[in-house]
């Protein structure tokens, strides 16, 4: 009997430890080895992954007197819109949109058209009105009109207007329908050159469909701007080999306040820029210039330029304290021994501005001094260096470095030039839209590709943090496209680079480092020693009492028979 | 060349001598087609417009100079071509230079009797001694690092950047030593690889690493555009070169000895392709066999130059237009100014705030339950089992 019972008691000891394991110390255990990760956005992720972007401008077709007769005059004020699809690839859709507005011409804009000069023409219109960020004015002018030279259909203005001569060639009795389809080509092609065009936003995509061979240009175009960044640092050097012979004198700081300031306070939507300026004595090109005598000056020709740069940048030293990318631009003024010092192209002729850049970098130009002085004068000799000239160069090299694309106009196009800023008011507006672009791309691929990371690596941490950063990042994507997609290219700009920020935030963020590989031989070898020893008894005394049990079974059968 | 020499060998002395004639006039004509090239197909060759190295020691104590001294050959060698040391990051997981035991203080040696000192005048170390472990060369490579580091420790490659990243020290089958403490696994390397490529953090990669079984660590890379090149096989050990007697340890390993002897053949202009660099320390000299992988790069590895990841040759484009301004100077103020500047005036921070730490609070931790927990637990359990119940229970378990 009291074997029985102490038997029983037994059972019931065993039975009962091994219920405290699985309910209480099985979660336990899976509770205190949990990573702690905060939700994440994903299905909201998965969707903006398949990017499809719409870009919308508005476009205002002005036809002044002359251009319409008065019945078609009646029917002018008309809409409509244009749509483009392109699919970049299986995940990038991009669709264009332009919505096109037909008026004719108010009196105050038409005596702003009586102007004697395209440029004072489009000086007037501009104090008439202002045009928001991304839209294009166009105005029709009759053939006969004085305003533009011969040969030229189109003037494009240093604001959002265009002048566009129609030729009347069809005779009078033409009807607004051909008018407007006769135009059509024209106006076309005065937005590829004006606003957006698929070359230039496909080219911006380059970090989603990497191998698209589309024109060489292109890609060097790719290449050689700065990717897009929320603030660039600029430094301008001057570098003097020859201390003993040129005693230089630069005003930068005035020539930035004058002639750079005006450009980067025009792109200050777009960046940030900081400007440093420094000066360098005794540091050589570290290629020797070979004298020629065809022009009497020592020559560089192009294939040694790309041996220049690396002896120089090693003495640049740098003054940022960000990771914003730094363009230099370095003045080199040759010393008396190699003056004068001229650059030849591939073709073995001089080049007028005598300074080249390097993509991604910066750019050099070298300024000869040896007409300023008398070969008999004492040294050292004090020189002013003239900054209008050089700040010229550097302004088109800023340019080019910074994305804002000048690609030759087609034939019968005149450009004007661009006023004291550098830089035209829809170059301002390609740049943008191409930089928001690129902005969203990058973006979503960053968030994509964390989100991606975080869900192959599961025991990686997710803070608090870190999901904040993605659900804003997550926010203000949906809203830049949302923007794009009405049109208000500032706002998306804004946001788009509100996105870029959060989600590099959270991409770089330093805790989400992964070293915790286990291959699962090292799991097995640290579980074992810890469970085996407690589970053996458990499982021991659970197979003999389902063996006793059995047994038991076996000999009542037995009884009965 | 010498594939037509023997080929032609077999046929007479006129023939041979005619073929040979033919041979080189279809190699001039070819050399004259390729060398005009406008800049757009310059840029089109290689697709990058700046060069980064990663050149890594891991190993310490005065027995491994060898490996301080093959990271300094390298290092020697990129410089020399070009790269500047803002684009460069070494990190040497020791002082040899300046160890006790060192016999020429502020020199590392790399060829025997003293020839060469590859630790030079302007050596620019980013991050040293136990600065060097895995958390460190991954943060550098994925770019997580916190935003208090500075410019010169940062990998601030972008989407058009070579990378050449270099690694020696002591490894085995998958994994790499850090400072005889810790180890890279090839499967964490692979995962930062595909990170970087992820953030379009490099255009191209070589991956060159000098230790034992060299071949295992790049064996589970599957990002697109690396070439990786090994010192050895698996099962394999890479040997060392030359012991010098005078220093008294071994000076370099034979595979980045007969590198550096190639490298110092390469000079800025050089076209040395890769091809080249795969036939360094052929069997007969390096004892182990070493090995490359190329399957994961796009371009034909006969078409890539040395100095597109050693050197750092820019592309270069002449500015053909310049923008004319007229506008004169502004004169500056400086008045108002200089009065601002003057009310100014800047202090350092307190270096030590000891009134902060002295009130400071212990940092809140996560509990985690002591060690050998379970075990005591467990232990605790039969222990009290077997007190009430008695000894003779432990028959109903066994």
Known sequence: ?561 | MGYFLSYYTYISFGCWVQNMLAAIIMLIFICFCVHFQNTAGQFFSSGHTNNWAVLVCTSRFWFNYRHVANTLSVYRSVKRLGIPDSHIVLMLADDMACNHRNPKPATVFSHRNMELNVYGDDVEVDYRGYEVTVENFLRVLTGRLPPSTPRSKRLLSDDRSNILIYLTGHGGNGFLKFQDSEEISNVELADAFEQMWQKRRYNELLFIIDTCQGASMYERFYSPNIMALASSQVGEDSLSHQPDLAIGVHLMDRYTFYLLEFLEDIHPASKSNMNDLFKVCPKSQCVSTPGHRTDLFLRDPGSVLITDFFGSVRKVEITMEAIHLTDPILQLEDGPMSEEVQEKTYSYVDQLPVSEIIHQKPKQKDWHPPDGFILGLWTLILLVFFKTYGIKHLKHIF
């Open chain 1, 1 to 561: 009997m009291l074997m029985k019972g102490n038997k029983i008691r037994g059972q019931l000891a065993a039975l009962s430890i091994a219920a405290v394991v699985i309910i209480v110390g099985v979660p336990l255990w899976w509770r205190t080895t949990e990573t702690y990760r905060a939700w994440l956005p994903v299905s909201q992720i998965k969707q903006l992954a398949k990017l499809q972007l719409q870009l919308s401008a508005d476009v205002e077709v002005v036809f002044a007197r002359g251009t319409v007769t008065p019945e078609q005059q009646k029917k002018v004020p008309l809409t409509q819109t244009q749509e483009e699809e392109h699919a970049v690839d299986g995940d990038t859709m991009l669709r264009y949109r332009f919505e096109t507005r037909y008026r004719t011409a108010t009196i105050m804009e038409e005596d702003a058209l009586n102007k004697p000069t395209a440029a004072g023409a489009d000086e007037s219109l501009h104090t008439l009105s202002e045009s928001p960020c991304g839209s294009l004015v166009f105005y029709v002018i009759p053939e006969l009109s004085l305003l533009l030279p011969k040969d030229t259909d189109v003037y494009i203005g240093q604001r959002r207007t265009a002048l566009l001569r129609v030729s009347s060639q069809v005779g009078v009795g033409r009807t607004l329908e051909q008018l407007l389809a006769q135009l059509e080509p024209r106006i076309k092609q005065v937005l590829q050159v004006m606003s957006f065009s698929h070359t230039d936003v496909s080219a911006v995509l380059s970090d989603r469909v990497r191998f698209n061979p589309d024109s060489k240009e292109g890609i060097a175009d790719s290449m050689r701007a700065f990717k897009s960044s929320p603030g660039y640092e600029i430094t301008f050097s001057l570098l003097n080999p020859d201390p003993t012979s040129h005693q230089l004198h630069w005003d930068i700081e005035g020539a930035v306040q004058t002639y750079i300031q005006p450009l980067l306070t025009k792109l200050s939507p777009v960046a940030n820029f900081s400007i440093d300026s420094q000066t360098l004595y005794y540091s050589v090109l570290g290629v020797k210039p070979r004298f020629d005598s065809s022009c009497d000056a020592y020559t560089l020709n192009a294939d040694s330029l790309a041996h220049v740069i690396n002896p120089v940048e090693a003495r640049l030293g740098s003054n940022a304290a960000s990771s914003n990318p730094v363009l230099n631009f370095l003045l080199y003024v040759p010393d008396a021994h190699h003056s004068p010092l001229k650059i030849q192209d591939h073709r073995k002729q001089e080049v007028p501005s005598n300074a080249f850049h390097s993509p991604r970098w910066g750019g050099i130009m070298v300024y000869n001094v040896n007409g300023f002085y008398e070969p008999e004068a004492e040294l050292p000799v004090d020189i002013s260096i003239n900054m209008a000239e050089v700040m010229g160069v550097f302004l088109a090299q800023l340019r080019l470095l910074l994305g804002v694309q000048s690609s030759p106009p087609p034939p019968g196009f005149l450009v004007a030039p661009r006023g004291s800023s550098g830089l035209a008011d829809w170059e301002l507006d390609r740049l943008m839209w191409s930089r928001c672009v690129e902005n969203i791309a990058t973006a979503t691929t960053t968030i994509t590709s964390l989100a991606q990371l975080l869900d192959q690596i599961s025991n990686i941490v997710i803070n608090d943090n870190i999901a904040e950063q993605v659900s804003s990042a997550v926010n203000s994507l949906q809203l830049a496209v949302a923007e794009l997609e009405a049109g208000n290219l500032k706002y998306a700009l804004q946001l788009s680079k509100e996105a870029i920020l959060a989600s590099e935030k959270a991409f770089f963020d330093p805790s989400l480092l992964h070293l915790l590989y286990f291959p699962d031989d090292q799991k097995f070898a640290i579980y074992i020693p810890l469970f085996l020893p407690m589970c053996v008894p458990i499982l021991l005394s659970l197979i003999k009492m389902a063996s006793e049990a059995r047994q038991k079974r076996r000999e009542k059968l037995a009884k009965k028979d």
